[in-house]
Antibody, heavy 122, light 112 residues
Framework: QVRLLESGPGLVKPSETLSLTCTVS??????????WAWIRQSPGKGPEWIAI???????YYNPSLKSRATMSIDTSKNEFSLKLRSVTATDTAVYYC??????????????WGPGTPVSVSS | QSVLTQPPSASGTPGQKILISCSGR????????VNWYQQVPGTAPKLLIY???ERPSGVPDRFSASKSGTSASLAISGLQPEDEADYYC?????????????FGGGTRVTVL
């Protein structure tokens, strides 16, 4: 069974960099059939797709976050990460990682991790 | 404001059938497959429908979906109390050079 688990700081100060890691078990991040994704959800709103990374380190970003976000992958640890720079209160959300079956694939995001809440506050 | 438009709420009594709509554009629903997710409050979204109308293993067949043009819909037949949740449609958006995934604002389903 594929499982993903997010880890992060919980609280970040405005203007600082948010760093999150997703640890994958039951599957390998080197599986060529999948991308690995970050999604966030602000309170009371729909999910917002942030970015995806492939096993070779190739990345694709949401245009609205591209200038501040950087995804990376560590195949030796079977995990991938997200860094979001210059955070503000609008970046407060629950951050999820998930597996994505290919770019442009209609197979969707499955499974998702349980999510990690992040609050941006001084 | 979400790229895909969904009604904020829908409701029905146990056993009823309800429909949830999802409206988009040529560059998203009109060009790409639609996914639907179910989110019970306090938990992560779960894939409910993929490739417009296919159910992952384990999803009850009372959930069905369809797509026509730039709109999609999710049907829940024989509504059950455990179906009370938020439902989101999602697809790829090709309106920019780097396509990305977009979601609807969600529909809260209440079982009366």
């Amino acid at each position: 069974q594929v499982r993903l688990l997010e880890s992060g700081p919980g609280l970040v100060k405005p203007s600082e960099t948010l760093s999150l890691t997703c640890t994958v078990s039951g599957a390998s991040v080197t599986d060529g059939d999948y991308f690995w994704a970050w999604i966030r959800q602000s309170p009371g709103k729909g999910p917002e797709w942030i970015a995806i990374v492939y096993r070779d380190g190739g990345t694709y970003y949401n245009p609205s976050l591209k200038s501040r976000a950087t995804m990376s992958i560590d195949t030796s640890k079977n995990e991938f990460s997200l860094k979001l720079r210059s955070v503000t209160a609008t970046d407060t959300a629950v951050y999820y990682c998930a597996r994505q079956a290919g770019r442009f694939s209609g197979a969707g995001l499955d499974p998702w991790g349980p999510g990690t809440p992040v609050s941006v506050s001084s | 404001q979400s790229v895909l438009t969904q009604p904020p709420s829908a409701s029905g009594t146990p056993g009823q059938k309800i429909l949830i709509s999802c409206s988009g554009r040529d560059s998203d629903i009109g060009s790409n497959a639609v996914n639907w997710y179910q989110q019970v409050p306090g938990t992560a979204p779960k894939l409910l429908i993929y490739n417009d109308d296919e159910r992952p293993s384990g999803v009850p067949d009372r959930f069905s979906a369809s797509k026509s043009g730039t709109s999609a819909s999710l049907a829940i037949s024989g509504l059950q109390p455990e179906d009370e949740a938020d439902y989101y449609c999602s697809t790829w958006d090709d309106s920019v050079s780097d396509s990305y995934v977009v979601f609807g604002g969600g529909t809260r389903v209440t079982v009366l």
